[in-house]
């Protein structure tokens, strides 16, 4: 199994380069605009937010940034060994699909495990450093953000990893799973208006309702995805 | 894992049919090949090779029929079956990424039966360079590392589909050694398909010939080139034939040439044609597997 997980994140190596630098980018940039402005505008420091918040703005940013990360992986995962055909290479090899879709899943999963732990880790540390009744509203705010960009994240990766099985594209399948969320949210726009047209006042519940909806698609993606591929006989 | 069956076939297709949308790609084949024996498949393009490989490896459905290696059902026991099969596609598929040694690790951990020792020989034979990566390969590099991977758990049944095609003439000399060490040294079982015939008398026992998805001719190669011969017969001027042998593949009449092969050719088969064509002269043709093939499938080609 490690052979297969090593393989994966070797076939996945230059997403995985992407991630890293999607990941680390808004916290570089955090830091950097602190020390810029001390080394070059000192007097503008006062006018910085402060380091809780660029903390805090760099955290969601990289969590976002790293769902991007969850979107190409799942795109990739299946379709990107069709498009080269090393998935032929696999075919022969007396491997079966359940052993080398638990590999896919496991780089997935770790790299997910990576994205949201981080962040999450820095969200519970500036959390911390507050007096309870003290922090700050956009801190206030920032656990239910996470939840939706986490949310989002898994069905970008859900949806890709659906169409990567039925497809020999990865960046078709990238860019549905990319999409889906607007589309999901495109729909509940529109079901507000239709009901407020109809005067009900539908915003709390239409807008509460984008989790389930993107859970419940990105479970049945993945499953569709999943059971597509297992039982295909093609590679 | 299973015990060796010890007799019975190493492949056993029984109405084996794939039909993709319109295209019937192989029609009701029926195949049968025993243990220890080299099998040549040959065919023109689009003859069906490489689809039934793909469905004897287990990498395409069929649209009915079934395909038995090694006695096991290869859609139902498709890891079984291919731990102990060795196979070389036409186009060779290796992560490109890879080093030979990490393509050797690779594949070694897939196996229950790697053999180290057989690896280092063919490592040794074919000249790799393990810290290259494959797509710095050669063609023919590159079908000799597929080859390498395909043999080195020692395989009861080695597929090669048309892995030769496109290698220069030295790389597929070099190629051919590796194949028939390994035949000789284990004396496996072998089906292969290739367009080049001087490969099938050189390397196949038995020969078969796939027409649109047919198989046409199962023979021994040595039976099959004893009972096939081209007849060229002068016919009296203005007369055509008017008794085709029975196992005709093709025939030709040009003025007063006739040219006919005999796929059942017997002693007798000169004077019955003789008696009821009244011809001029006979003169009877020995031919090489490659004339067999042409008439044959040019025989299907007029008749259809």
Known sequence: ?235 | MSAKPSHGPVIELKGLTKRFRRTLAVDDLSLQVPRGSTFGLIGPNGAGKTTTIKMLMGMLSPTAGRARVLGMDVFAEPVRVKQRVGYVPETHHVHRWMRVREAIGFCRSMYESWNDETCRAMLDLFALDPDKRVKHLSKGMLAKLSLLLAVSHDPDLLVLDEPMAGLDPLAREEFLDGVLRTICDRGQTMLFSTHTLDDVQRLADTVGILYEGRLLVHRNIEELLAGTKRIQATLPDGCSPKFIPPGTFWQRVRGRQWLVTVGDFSPDTVPQIREKNSLDHVEVIDLGLEDVFKDLVKGQRAAS
């Open chain 1, 1 to 235: 199994m490690s052979w297969l997980i090593w393989k994966e994140y070797r076939h996945n190596r230059l997403i995985m380069i992407v991630g890293l630098v999607l990941l680390v980018f808004p916290y570089v940039v955090a830091v950097a605009i602190g020390w810029i402005t001390a080394l070059f505008a000192p007097e503008l420091r006062g006018e910085l937010p402060p380091w809780t918040l660029r903390m805090l703005g760099a955290a969601l940013y990289s969590m976002a940034l790293g769902q991007l990360t969850l979107g190409l992986l799942g795109g990739n995962a299946i379709a990107g060994e069709r498009v080269d055909r090393s998935a032929e290479f696999l075919a022969y090899l007396p491997l079966s699909k359940a052993r080398i879709l638990s590999a896919k899943i496991a780089l997935a999963a770790a790299t997910a495990a990576v994205i949201w732990l981080l962040n999450f880790v820095v969200l519970l540390a500036l959390y911390a450093g507050f007096e309870e009744g003290a922090t700050p509203r956009a801190l206030g705010n920032a656990w239910s953000n996470f939840a939706s960009i986490a949310t989002t994240g898994l069905l970008f990766f859900s949806v890709a990893w659906l169409l990567s099985s039925l497809l020999e594209s990865p960046a078709v399948s990238v860019c549905v799973g990319l999409i889906t969320p607007f589309l999901v949210v495109t729909a509940l726009v529109l079901l507000n208006l239709l009901l407020a047209y109809h005067g009900v006042d539908g915003r709390r519940w239409v807008f509460v309702s984008y989790y389930p909806v993107c859970l419940v698609l990105a479970a049945a993606s993945f499953a569709a995805g999943t059971w597509y591929f297992l039982r295909r006989v093609e590679p």
